[in-house]
C-alpha cells in the first residue's frame, strides 16, 4: 500500500525540502520505492533529485508545480504502482483553504518549525488552520512536529521547546544545524546514504522521526495524487510536461 508523507509549513525556509529529500533517500535505501512530489514553483526538491547519483537507490519524481494544458492534472500528478511512499514537499504561503487537498489521504503531516519569533507565529497559524481547516484531528495521531535546526541550550531553544509543549501536538525530533544537510542538498544524496562515521549525531536524530512515520498505517488513497499508473504512463506524462528525468539506478548498499 502506498503512504503519503506531507511536509507542510507555509512559513519559507524551515526545512521542508531537507526533511523531505531526506525522507525520500532514507525509504529508498529501505527498498520503499519512493515518489517524491516537488510542489514548490522554486523546484528545490527536482533540484535535488537531478543531482542524485546513479549508482543510488532510484527516487521517483514528479515536478507538480509546473503546468502543462497538454494533460490533465490528475494525469500529471499520478504515482507508479511499484510506489510504496509519497513524500510531499509542499510550497511556501500555501492558501489554508488548500489544506484539506493537500492533507487528503495523508497518513503522516509533518510540520518543521526553526528556532524564531516569526517561525513560532507562523506554525501556530499553521497548526490551528490544520486543525480547523483541513480538519486534523489530534486523535487521528498522523500530525507531528519537527523543531528544526535547533541550537540546544539557547533562549531561543528553550522559547521553541515550551511552545511547543503548549500545543498539545507531539514533537517527534529536534534537528541539529548540521553542515552534513547542506553536503546531501548539494550531491543529492540523504543523511542514511552518507558515511556513517561522519553523520552519526545527525542520524541518530532521525531515528524517533522515521520511527513514528512507520507506526503510522499505509492506507489505500482516495487522493489523484496516489492514482496508480503504468510506469509508460509516468514517463510519457514526464516527456509532455517537461519534467526532470527520473532518477535510476539500481538499489545500492548504504555508502561506507
Known amino acids: 500500500m502506498l503512504q503519503k508523507i506531507v511536509v507542510l509549513n507555509p512559513k519559507g525556509g524551515s526545512g521542508k ?13 529501505r527498498g520503499l520505492k519512493p515518489a517524491l512530489l516537488d510542489m514548490d514553483a522554486q523546484g528545490s526538491s527536482s533540484r535535488w533529485l537531478s543531482k542524485r547519483p546513479k549508482q543510488l537507490a532510484s527516487v521517483h519524481g514528479i515536478a507538480g508545480y509546473e503546468r502543462n494544458l497538454r494533460v490533465t492534472r490528475t494525469f500529471a500528478m499520478r504515482v507508479p504502482t511499484e510506489c510504496e511512499r509519497l513524500v510531499v514537499d509542499t510550497s511556501a504561503a500555501i492558501p489554508s483553504q488548500d489544506l484539506p487537498d493537500i492533507t487528503r489521504g495523508a497518513e503522516a503531516i509533518i510540520v518543521p518549525v526553526m528556532p524564531s519569533d516569526i517561525d ?24 507531528a512536529v519537527v523543531a528544526n ?20 501536538i507531539p514533537v517527534v525530533t529536534t534537528l541539529r544545524d548540521s553542515q552534513n544537510y547542506v553536503r546531501a542538498s548539494e550531491s543529492g544524496t540523504g543523511l542514511f546514504e552518507m558515511k556513517p562515521r561522519l ?17 503510522r498505517p499505509a492506507l489505500a488513497m482516495e ?29 545500492a548498499q548504504m555508502a561506507m
Open 17 to 29: 525540502t531537507t526533511i523531505a529529500t531526506n525522507l525520500a533517500a532514507y525509504f529508498a535505501m
Open 120 to 143: 513560532i507565529h507562523a506554525a501556530t497559524k499553521c497548526i490551528a488552520d490544520l486543525l480547523l481547516v483541513a480538519k486534523v484531528k489530534r486523535e487521528q495521531r498522523r500530525l
Open 149 to 168: 535546526r535547533v541550537k540546544q541550550h539557547t533562549i531561543m531553544y528553550r522559547s521553541l521547546m515550551r511552545f511547543l509543549e503548549s500545543l498539545d
Open 199 to 215: 553523520v552519526r549525531e545527525d542520524t541518530d536524530q532521525w531515528q524517533p522521526l522515521v520511527g513514528w512515520i512507520a507506526q
Open 223 to 251: 487522493s489523484p495524487l496516489a492514482a496508480p499508473c503504468p510506469n509508460g504512463a509516468v514517463v510519457a506524462t514526464q516527456e509532455l510536461i517537461g519534467a526532470r528525468p527520473l532518477a535510476t539506478g539500481v538499489p
